[in-house]
């Protein structure tokens, strides 16, 4: 799979973007990214890529025309075009598993007050990672990235795949224990000891049940 960034902050992707385990994922050959700056697009003298709201108001909107110019110079066709908004479709897991399967992702990041609307038609789809207001679509598109290329095949050794992940089964992951076997008088459930693999998965299944009811009763109705 390949990501290019739109963005006007291309510093910020290669920490996130060549770290851990999608660093690996590019040594592997499985993710190719990049950057794209709307601001090598501006034909202004001062390349200028953001301008004050018509009808008055604070903030500054991005323009429409040097994103277009960044989207159209990296586009390809079956590129799937994504634009992170507080007002787009809410990102899920099962978003990022659909996503997984396009070979090209163009991840446009909005600052200021965001994009002209006119811009709207450039985008296949429009995601929000939540109901909260950050200062640019960066971090949200490193967010999906990292969702997305996890679940490329080969991406993740097999002890790090596990199928019931949370979400994936609709349910909150089983709770997890190390060493040591007593911490501050509280025990590791015994059970966990017993070396009976059958008696382990029906007592992990029950446990992420009984977490997910308490924790995420929300989630339960769809599980
Ligand atoms: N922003 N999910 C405002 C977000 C956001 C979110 C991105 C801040 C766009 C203009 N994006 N800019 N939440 O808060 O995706």
Redesign the pocket.
Known sequence: MRIDFVTLFPDMFAPVMDASILGRAQEKGLLEWGCVNPRDFSEDKHRKVDDRPFGGGPGMVMMVEPLEKAVESIKKKGSKVIL???Q?ET?TDRKASQLAKDGHLVLV???????DERALELFDEE???????????EL?AMVLADAVVRKLPGVLKKEEATESESFVSGLLDFPQYTRPRVWRGQEVPEILFSGDHKKIAAWRLSAAKAATKRKRPDLMSRA
Do not use: A, H, K, M
């Open positions: 992170l908004s507080p787009g990102f990041c909005g600052r200021y007050e965001g994009v995601l929000s990672i939540g109901d909260y207001v950050l200062t640019g679509g949200p």
